[in-house]
């Protein structure tokens, strides 16, 4: 059985959905949308879902996610599952520059901790903070991939916020 056939059919299409997001964060949802096949709307979610925390200075909201869904005629719940399992996505105020640390088996026995305490003290900030001028913040993630390179860390600037 196959994700389409699943709670997908019991979505009715949303109606008003223009309304859901500014002309410009459509246009963007959209493109990702036409490169699906018709009706396979739902596979844009993680590029609307990217899309709209971008728009929203780098963090989604629980409203922001139920947009996407109406958006996607998908249900809430398939929104919530992707956007609390992927590391990129955030869900409280980011700052400038995300750095994110991995601090999974591999790279916690290569020195992760080393590196978090490092940070913690060169920011003055806790892990998951931001620092008071709203520049950096700092995140622990699972794993980045890249274990062959560990221990891993990986920082991003928010583009919105520049
Ligand atoms: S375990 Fe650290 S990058 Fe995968």
Same mark, same amino acid.
């Given at each position: 059985?196959?994700?389409?056939s699943l709670p997908m059919s019991t979505v009715k299409p949303s109606e008003g959905k223009d309304q859901l997001f500014s002309p410009e964060v459509k246009v963007e949802i959209d493109k990702w949308i036409a490169k699906y096949p018709e009706g396979w709307q739902q596979s844009?979610?993680?590029?609307?879902?990217?899309?709209?925390?971008?728009?929203?200075?780098g963090s989604l909201t629980r409203e922001l996610m139920d947009k996407v869904a109406a958006y996607l005629d998908m249900p809430p719940i398939a929104?919530?599952?992707?956007?609390?399992? &992927? =590391?990129?996505? /955030?869900?409280?105020?980011? !700052?400038?520059?995300? #750095?994110c640390v991995c601090t999974n088996i591999s790279?916690?026995?290569?020195?992760?901790?080393?590196?978090?305490?490092?940070l913690e003290k060169k920011l003055d900030?806790?892990?998951?903070?931001?620092?008071?001028?709203?520049? &950096? =913040?700092?995140? /622990?993630?699972e794993?980045? !991939?890249?274990?062959? #390179?560990?221990p891993c860390s990986r920082s991003a600037i928010n583009t919105t916020r520049i």
């Open positions: 059985m196959g994700y389409k844009a979610v993680m590029a609307a879902l990217r899309i709209v925390q971008d728009d929203n200075g929104v919530y599952e992707v956007a609390t399992f &992927y =590391s990129m996505y /955030e869900h409280k105020q980011v !700052g400038k520059h995300k #750095v790279c916690m026995i290569n020195g992760s901790d080393k590196i978090v305490d490092h900030i806790k892990m998951g903070d931001v620092t008071e001028d709203d520049k &950096y =913040s700092l995140k /622990e993630v794993c980045l !991939g890249a274990v062959v #390179v560990h």
